[in-house]
């Protein structure tokens, strides 16, 4: 696995990870995100119904804690989760933790991490996470670590124990890593713990940096977690120590602003929960990212997506109908005002959705609690934030990194 970056503008690192999987034959661009999934599937979509969507992530995401109980089953079937989930020719990535799920806190010791599974609390040791992995048999993954130091009330002695513990963790996989024929053609990426505090974040980074891993996961910025100035300096120090070679994946982020944002400081992957999120309230994703490729063709090029359809795009204040996570950049398609609304989610999107059906329809399976509003909702959903980091790829490319950004940004400051 390499990481071949072609150009850097506003710290965005533009480029292609290439010898992914065990052929070495698969490559993600960067900025780019991971293929979400529980339990192995995409959640809403059959594996069929998905691959209609173009441009998917080579690389999907499976978690230790939606297959942790299912151990014993892929230990006997001997052949991995890919193939026990009939999922497509891709590349695994394993995560410990889904960031969708909130982890009670309070169930790492020095030797052992806990994921909770549709039984209960799963107490794992080195050995037995290694020996998941195993069963699993990801392309690569992420070592264990202890990640509860993103709360706000954690102290200086806890952060730094948490470091202590996530380098021992690490250094323990290593040596399993290597002992284990699984995973001999897998990577093993390293966690960069240490809170808010910036002395055990380069600690964390400095230390991490000096074993022989395939790429770095920075843990505990989730959204809700920290301030996004603090994050962002967080984030600029820590990838100034890494190597440049590797790849920086963060947890946990996934709205457009906090993208964009941790991309200018230097991350390269990121999940992509965010539309599985929008999808279980009820809502599409509906925020512009379109800008024109060429500065002399402004006034005369073709209407954007949103344009077309008379709207801006998206609202400061929302329709929240109770849901206070909603964000600026979707609307609730649960509302009334949409029930004899006969539009697209967004006029020319090209998701099997927007091409097929309309606002009011999906307002009417919502509301009728049908099954089928969340695979429409996941079809768009998807479609809309990959065409999102497609985009992002091209106006680095092309030297439109801050107009894409003001596009993108500026649904935060509209009314209806």
Excluded at 9 to 34: A, D, I, S
Excluded at 114 to 130: P, Q
Excluded at 232 to 248: F, N
Excluded at 281 to 304: Q, V
Aim: proline share 4%; with cysteine.
């Amino acid at each position: 696995m390499k990481l071949e970056l072609s150009r850097v503008v506003q710290g965005c690192r533009l480029g292609v990870l290439t010898g992914l999987g065990k052929t070495g034959q698969h490559c993600l661009e960067v900025p780019g995100c991971l293929l979400y999934t529980r339990c192995a599937t995409v959640p809403h979509l059959t594996q069929d119904t998905l691959h209609t969507l173009s441009d998917l992530p080579s690389v999907t995401q499976v978690t230790v804690e939606s297959l942790a109980e299912h151990q014993e089953v892929l230990e006997e079937f001997k052949e991995g989760v890919r193939k026990f989930a009939g999922l497509h020719n891709t590349v695994l990535f394993c995560s410990l933790h889904d960031s969708v799920n909130p982890n009670p806190a309070g169930h790492v010791t020095n030797k052992t991490v806990s994921v909770w599974g549709s039984g209960g609390r799963i107490e794992l040791t080195a050995a037995r996470f290694m020996a998941i992995q195993a069963a699993i048999q990801p392309d690569c993954y992420q070592s264990m670590a202890d990640g509860e130091t993103w709360q706000a009330n954690s102290s200086r002695k806890r952060v730094r124990k948490a470091v202590d513990r996530t380098l021992a963790h690490l250094d323990e996989c290593l040596m399993l890593h290597q002992k284990t024929q699984e995973l001999k053609q897998a990577e093993i990426f390293g966690v960069v713990e240490g809170g808010d505090i910036m002395e055990e974040r380069l600690r964390s980074t400095r230390e991490t940096a000096k074993r022989p891993v395939g790429g770095f996961v920075l843990d505990g910025f989730h959204s809700a977690a920290m301030n996004q100035d603090v994050r962002g300096q967080l984030i600029q120090a820590i990838t100034a120590e890494l190597p440049h070679e590797k790849p920086r994946l963060i947890l946990g982020v996934g709205c457009p602003d906090e993208v964009i944002s941790c991309a200018e400081a230097g991350v390269d992957l990121f999940e992509s929960f965010f539309p599985f999120q929008v999808t279980e309230r009820g809502c599409a994703l509906n925020f512009n990212y379109t800008i024109n490729p060429d500065p002399e063709t402004a006034g005369r090029s073709s209407p954007t997506v949103l344009e077309l359809n008379g709207e801006t795009p998206a609202v400061t204040k929302p329709s929240k109908n109770g849901d206070e996570n909603m964000t600026p950049f979707e609307i609730n398609l649960k509302d009334k005002r949409y029930q004899d609304d006969f539009h697209p989610l967004v006029e020319g999107c090209d998701c099997y959705c927007c091409q097929k059906h309309m606002r009011a329809y999906v307002h009417h399976l919502l509301v009728t609690n049908e099954l089928l509003a969340g695979v429409l909702l996941m079809l768009h959903n998807m479609a809309h934030y990959l065409g999102f980091f497609k985009a992002l790829r091209e106006a680095i490319a092309n030297d439109r990194l801050q107009d894409f950004k003001n596009r993108v940004l500026s649904c935060r400051e509209r009314d209806v």
